[in-house]
């Protein structure tokens, strides 16, 4: 799997968008770039994935740069609720079971 | 549905004795899986399961023993807690096609003394 990097910690106002960076310069041409978050005490929870294309579903855009090197995690209006931590995962699962590692990912803080 | 539930919510053990982390989904969902989240060091793959009879070791499976005789249940056994094995325990599951888009459940506490 390749190794991703991201910011410790990050601050958004409640209302604005909140955009997480990930580094993954070794990724390969066949893995995937999946985010998670968790929620204080509680399970991890499944957001985005993306292969090249820029990616939308109900809760977050997910942007990949065309030479797959870096990627960002969109909300496009924070609230309080999306304080967390949020994991960036790049690894070969695809449509077939992997083996996620969750690094330590980045606290983000919405404030009021 | 209830999605992944884990039984108990928290639970204090003596060192050398046994017990069973219940985790079931009712999802029909094929894969399911066990993590532990250790402070600092982010959530590791224990054991997981592609199918019922079919299990497998994740990063960190040593204490630990798993069987999936059905395909909503997917228990973890420690034979004999240790305090190493203190930590919050999470289970989750997916179906093929969407296998990394895993739902976890709400985890188990598990202090060893």
């Known amino acids: 799997d390749a190794k991703t990097t991201q910011p410790t910690s990050m601050d958004c106002a409640e209302g604005r968008a909140a955009n997480l960076p990930c580094n993954h310069s070794t990724i390969s041409g066949n893995e995937y770039v999946y985010w998670y978050r968790q929620i204080h005490s509680q399970g991890p929870q499944y957001i985005i994935h993306g292969l090249k294309n820029n990616e939308t579903n109900e809760m977050a855009s997910l942007i990949i740069t065309e030479d797959r090197k870096s990627s960002t995690l969109i909300l496009p209006h924070a609230t309080l609720r999306d304080t967390a931590v949020y994991y960036c995962?790049?690894?070969?699962?695809?449509?077939?079971?992997?083996?996620?590692?969750f690094g330590q990912g980045t606290i983000l803080t919405v404030h009021p | 549905n209830a999605g992944v539930t884990q039984t108990p919510k928290f639970q204090v053990l003596k060192t050398g004795q046994s017990m069973t982390l219940q985790c079931a989904q009712d999802?029909?969902?094929?894969?399911m899986s066990w993590y532990r989240q250790d402070p600092g060091m982010g959530l590791r793959l224990i054991h997981y399961?592609?199918?019922?009879?079919?299990?497998d070791q994740g990063e960190v499976p040593n204490g630990y023993n798993v069987s999936r005789s059905t395909t909503e249940d997917f228990p973890l056994r420690l034979l004999s807690a240790a305090p190493s094995q203190t930590s919050v325990y999470f289970c989750?599951?997916?179906?093929?096609?969407?296998?990394?888009?895993?739902?976890f459940g709400p985890g188990t506490r598990l202090t060893v003394l």
């Open positions: 399961s592609v199918g019922a009879g079919i299990t």
């Open positions: 995962i790049a690894f070969a699962g695809g449509t077939s079971y992997g083996k996620l590692t």
């Open positions: 989750a599951s997916s179906r093929p096609g969407r296998a990394n888009e895993q739902f």
């Open positions: 999802m029909n969902h094929e894969y």
